[in-house]
């Protein structure tokens, strides 16, 4: 019951943001339409029927898993915490100007808690400064997602990715860091015969809600502090030819200072992280082909006493295959792989320098699944998987609290359920 | 379909934008006001607004797309034959923009005589049809 109450209260929240944000849009025409001393209350309706639009989506996963838990207690049992839901709505108010809002309710394992979290996930104002025939430049302003690779601004929205699970080089220890920034964003279009051209540069503050990176630094589930975020940027170039051809190469650098009330020797600690990403992707009629590499950079410097200055260097890439053997029915083989450090890629030598109490399966992560997907119609979408993990390098600390024991070899099959309007 | 709406389809253009080899496209039209015929000369003119790139016509007044399900057989023809794309790309796109903030999908509508009546109650509309399920009281303009 309590957990119905606070799922309720979520919703509400979100709600409010929507009525809020639908409001204010409709004001600016209330105010345009003072002029007449008669409201013209037919273009009120057709703005409200032809230019406002809501749409939405809901996702429910089942797991059921060996070795290790992914995602609720699914260990040789079954767990459901995987709900992903938003509700969007965009208003184009004229050629260059539109406004845009999503509120995002989410409840992942251990992490978010049975209560799940809601958020705003993005609120933008896009504008167009230049427009020719072939040509759009435009400035957004707001809370904007991340364009990084190929997934990562629709990460949460299933209907958008081939797998429930997405590879290592979007999961989950990395998600707040890299989702979205409080700013701006620069971007240019360029459309030719031969292909697409796009450019975004994205600048400002990442979301403070960093959890499950302390609990990596600390080495803790019960996390003391937190992050707060420091201007950071990020950018990206693509080019893609009729969704056929799309090869992207992105670069991310977000800085986030920790802070805590209470001294401790985590005190003084900054934590920036520099990623570059190069994405590739065929688009057949019957087959798509996905592959990604990731590099990683990332520095903890001046904490007190908790942790040296520490650098470390990162990898990450899969390749993917997704056969359509029907219109609505395709078949996924994925191979993924992270190493959290390229000079200890077995983690072999920070088993030993920490004599044992670092086991070195944190440090890499591999990954065999497949998957099918069947779009049943236009609103209602099936996804099943199954996933065979060598490594514990992606093993959430929250789920699997016990640390020894976690397993090296482990697995989980995975089925969605989603809903889009 | 009822007389009256026969009637009103009498002053609607139907207007064949490119041809194709299959005889399955051949039956396909994509329809529009007569004021924005003349704005569609290529088939890149065409995908322009059907992924939702080109969002308003030269006249100022913002395009309507309406579109059938994506798992409409009709759909998947028009996709593939007049946009030269395949139903799952277009659906990345839309999908990419509605998720994004960045823009909208088109507009989603039933049936054949859905997309008729809703293109004929707006001028700025654009859709297509199969020629084969219209009544013969429609007039089409071949500017070809």
């Known amino acids: ?421 | 379909m009822k007389k009256s709406k026969q009637k009103k389809l009498y002053y609607w253009l139907l207007y064949l934008i490119l041809e194709f080899n299959s005889p399955l496209i051949n039956a396909m039209e994509v329809i529009v006001n007569v004021e924005n015929n003349n704005q569609i000369s290529s088939f890149h003119d065409l995908q322009s607004i059907f992924i939702m790139r080109k969002r308003y016509w030269d006249s100022g007044e913002k395009i309507s797309v309406f579109v059938l399900p994506d798992n409409n057989n009709m759909h998947k023809a028009f996709v593939k034959e007049k946009l030269q794309m395949f139903p799952h790309q277009i659906r990345k796109i839309w999908d990419r923009m509605t998720y994004t903030g960045t823009g909208q999908p088109p507009i989603i509508v039933r049936s054949i005589s859905e997309m008729l009546e809703k293109i004929q109650q707006n001028p700025n509309a654009i859709g297509y049809i199969d020629k084969r399920d219209v009544n013969e009281s429609i007039h089409y303009l071949n500017l070809e």
């Open chain 1, 1 to 421: 019951m309590s957990q119905f109450i606070t799922l309720t209260w979520n919703k509400t929240f979100y709600y409010c943001i929507l009525i809020t944000l639908i409001a204010c849009s409709n004001l600016s025409f209330a105010i345009e339409s003072e002029d007449n001393s008669v409201l013209n209350w037919d273009k009120y309706q057709q703005i409200w029927t032809d230019d406002i639009h809501f749409h939405g989506f809901i996702s429910q996963a089942i797991f059921h898993s060996y070795g290790n838990n992914i995602w609720g207690q699914s260990k040789d049992s079954l767990s459901a915490d995987l709900t992903e839901m938003g509700l969007n709505v965009y208003y184009q108010y004229s050629r260059d100007l539109s406004f845009a809002a999503q509120g995002l309710y989410r409840r992942a394992g251990e992490l978010t808690g049975s209560e799940g979290e809601a958020s705003l996930d993005y609120a933008l104002v896009n504008y167009t400064v230049f427009r020719n025939t072939d040509t759009r430049i435009g400035i957004m302003a707001g809370k904007i997602k991340n364009p990084i690779g190929i997934y990562n601004q629709t990460r949460d929205v299933s209907f958008t990715h081939p797998m429930i699970f997405l590879p290592f080089a979007y999961f989950e220890k990395s998600r707040n860091i890299l989702l979205s920034m409080t700013g701006g964003q620069v971007y240019a279009e360029h459309n030719t015969a031969w292909g697409d051209l796009s450019f975004s540069l994205n600048y400002g503050l990442s979301l403070d809600k960093n959890l499950a990176l302390l609990a990596v630094i600390q080495r803790n589930p019960a996390t003391t502090g937190e992050f707060s975020p420091k201007y950071s940027f990020g950018t990206r170039f693509k080019y893609d030819f009729n969704k056929q051809y799309i090869f992207a190469l992105s670069y991310y650098e977000i800085d986030l200072d920790y802070e805590s009330e209470i001294d401790n020797p985590f005190t003084g600690l900054n934590f920036s992280i520099q990623e570059f990403w190069l994405s590739l992707q065929y688009n057949a009629e019957k087959y798509s082909l996905t592959a990604e590499y990731k590099l990683g950079w990332s520095q903890l410097l001046g904490a007190k006493s908790a942790i040296p200055d520490t650098k470390n260097f990162s990898e990450f890439w899969y390749v993917q295959a997704e056969y359509r053997l029907l219109d609505n029915l395709a078949a996924t083989l994925r191979y993924d792989q992270a190493v959290a450090d390229v000079y200890d890629r077995t983690g072999n030598k920070i088993q030993n320098a920490s004599g044992g109490f670092f086991p070195a399966h944190f440090m890499y992560n591999q990954d065999i699944s497949i998957g099918l997907r069947w779009d049943i119609n236009h609103d209602w979408m099936l996804k099943g998987e199954y996933h065979h993990l060598h490594g514990a390098s992606d093993v959430s600390v929250f789920d699997n609290p016990n640390l020894n024991e976690i397993a090296t070899d482990w697995g989980f099959y995975a089925m969605q359920i989603s809903f889009s309007f």
